[in-house]
């Protein structure tokens, strides 16, 4: 009987080699974003040392970039996806009033590519030291046969925190408090799958490389904008802050509602802010109707603050970018949010 031939986890697509020479590189990049609170990096579990909080209160958050790393995959431009995740997370636990205290990251990929895992990290610590936020752990994980050639996944986890007295949970929103928006930088990091159907980018990636004049750069350059992050612009102006919805998938319309109390309702009015034109071109070109695209696409707006009529002119002050796009009223119907 002929012996088989010797197996390997190498010939099986999984290089171990290859992995523990991409945790050094990780390793040393995440150094550079560590505070004294970190108290240990590549053991089992990451540590981290509270210090000077009366009550804290720990704000928590996991996401991931969608579809948009296969726009940065056929563009080889992985780094701006890495960026994203850490503002996306930020951005999430900021609706809290939350600090961001640390992040870790999930990567996985058919087969570990060295430079493409360090364009990422590289996305990620710089995102983490623009918010003061440290590195402290993460996973990459080669695995073929479930993720394809120059396909891999990306997710965040962050941990933030707040002390007990300053959480912001729209608690206290009450009929006509203002609402006001920050401007998005495009579609961050949502509705990409609608994106990619609509302008055939894996049948003709090609286009990613065509120059609208309205938007002023190429497709590509346009979808891959950073997610924008809000957290040091809304930092010195959360005590004058009743509620914040990150406006991610769902747009306006499913965002808003997780932050207004029983029985509130909030109307946007359109025109009171400019939609980029990357909105206006995506709906020409795929025929959508206006009421899907306000549910897929956040059309401009970021990130959504309501506050009392009282505090506007502080709040417009500090942030001259902000616009008034609606109100808070006693809701008449099932329907929490409008655009008239």
């Known amino acids: 009987m002929q012996a088989s031939s ?77 960026i994203d995740i850490v503002n996306h997370c930020v951005n999430d636990i900021l609706c809290c009033g939350a600090d961001p205290l640390f992040f870790l990251d999930y990567i996985a ?44 996944d990306l997710v965040g986890f962050i941990v933030g925190i707040v002390e007990k007295r300053s959480i912001i949970d729209g608690s206290s929103i009450v009929p006509r408090d203002v609402i006001l928006g920050l401007p998005s930088s495009g579609l961050h990091t949502n509705g990409y799958s609608l994106v990619r159907r609509v302008f055939r980018i894996e049948d003709n990636p090609s286009c990613l490389s065509d120059f609208y004049p309205e938007l002023g750069r190429t497709l590509g350059d346009e979808l891959l904008r950073h997610h924008q992050c809000y957290y040091n612009e809304l930092k010195p102006v959360l005590p004058l802050i009743k509620g914040l919805a990150h406006i991610t998938g769902g747009g306006l319309m499913g ?58 002119g502080k709040i417009t002050k500090a942030l001259p970018q902000t616009k008034v796009i609606g109100e808070i009223a006693k809701a008449k119907s099932q329907d929490t949010t409008t655009v008239i």
């Open 6 to 82: 010797k197996q390997t986890y190498a010939l099986a697509g999984v290089n171990i080699e290859a992995a523990d020479k991409i945790k050094e590189s990780i390793a040393r990049q995440a150094q550079s974003t560590f505070c004294p609170q970190v108290l240990n990096f590549g053991s089992f579990g990451s540590m981290f040392q509270l210090k000077g909080y009366d009550e804290p209160v720990l704000v928590s958050s996991v996401d991931g970039v969608g579809t948009k790393l296969k726009i940065a995959s056929l563009l080889g431009r992985d780094e701006t996806v890495g």
């Open 109 to 152: 990929m058919g087969q570990l590519v060295p430079e493409q895992i360090e364009a990422i990290i590289t996305g990620i610590v710089h995102a983490c030291k623009e918010v003061g936020c440290s590195l402290i752990g993460g996973e990459t994980a080669g695995m073929p046969g479930i993720y394809s050639e120059g396909s891999y």
């Open 255 to 312: 965002n808003v509602p997780r932050i207004l109390p029983h029985g509130l309702a909030a109307t946007f009015h359109k025109g009171s802010w400019e939609i980029p034109a990357i909105f206006g071109l995506i709906q020409g070109k795929g025929n959508i109707d206006e009421a899907e695209m306000y549910q897929v696409f956040n059309m401009g707006i970021g990130m959504v603050i309501i506050c009392s009529s009282g505090e506007l």
